[in-house]
């Protein structure tokens, strides 16, 4: 009898261990286990960007002899002539720069290579203030002729671009960059004149300038996709040797009036730094 109760607990028993055992967990589940992507500067951005900018060009502003045999001579009907021009002086060209920019990186380790391409309104433009100066030598010039000189004509940069390779090292959010490529540009090249009883002569003969571009900056990301960016650039866009307006030829008897230029005399480069802050939206791989 005792050996018969025995065998009937330890049956019992079993039995409701098995059905503890089928029955649900009253524990918590555990947390999905999401991962962080780690941030990359890798892939394509766009945004916007102000600043100011700074001229950093020569003057070449001193007077200087013309005339044949000294390389640098008048247009048109005053090529014979020699004499002496000073030309007025030219104001500031500091102002005011603002556009956008397109670009990519590519992130291998820390090292962060693109290349970036802006398009920039630009507010360095001067006129220059008084009348230039020009003396002939007597005997040379056209009896009955007279001669205008140019006087207030405005010049500079209204807007430039650049096409720049980067390179840079990255800490996590934080990049700090060197920057440099193909820069090109324009502005007005106004001329006019006064004087000989006349309304004065008015033409433009600028043209777009190519050179060249050298900087760096640093950049953050705030988010994965909004970054935030501090750049100086300095740029140099060449002038060939060439015409520059210095008043207006009017002819005896007829009174015709013609726009006079030097020609071989070196045009002083357009040269400026540009500093400047900017905000990127990045298109990460992530494609948030």
């Known amino acids: 009898m005792r050996a018969l109760l025995l065998a009937t607990t330890a049956l019992v028993g079993m039995g409701a261990s098995a059905l503890a055992a089928d029955l649900p967990s009253r ?11 780690v941030f990359t500067w890798t892939g394509f951005y766009i945004g916007v960007n102000a600043g100011y900018g700074f001229d950093t060009g020569r003057r070449n502003d001193g007077a200087f002899a013309f005339g044949p045999g000294t390389g640098v001579t008048l247009s048109g009907p ?50 220059r203030s008084g009348m230039l100066g020009f003396v002939p030598v007597l005997g040379t010039f056209p009896v009955g002729a007279g001669f205008a000189p140019a006087m207030g004509n405005r010049s500079g940069i209204e807007w430039f671009g650049t096409v720049r390779g980067r390179l840079g090292y990255a800490w996590d959010r ?64 060449d002038r060939s040797a060439a015409s520059r307006y210095v008043g207006d030829f009017q002819a005896p008897v007829t009174f015709a009036r013609t726009p006079v230029f030097v020609n071989g005399r070196r045009a002083r480069d357009e040269e400026f730094v540009v500093v400047r802050a900017g905000l990127n939206w990045k298109f990460n791989t992530f494609g948030l």
């Open 27 to 37: 524990r918590a589940a555990p947390a999905p286990y999401v991962a962080v992507p």
């Open 78 to 127: 005053l090529a014979a002539t020699a004499g002496v021009i000073t030309p007025p002086a030219n104001a500031n060209r500091d102002g005011f720069v603002g556009g956008g920019q397109i670009g990519y990186n590519h992130q291998i380790g820390n090292i962060v290579m693109g290349i970036e391409a802006d398009a920039q309104y630009a507010d360095l433009t001067s006129r």
């Open 174 to 237: 934080l990049l700090v960059y060197g920057t440099g490529g193909f820069a090109y540009g324009d502005g007005p090249n106004d001329c006019n004149s006064v004087g000989l009883g006349g309304a004065g002569n008015r033409c433009g003969n600028g043209s777009i300038r190519t050179g060249w571009t050298a900087g760096g900056g640093v950049e953050y990301a705030f988010t994965s996709n909004m970054t935030g960016k501090i750049e100086a650039l300095y740029v140099n866009l």
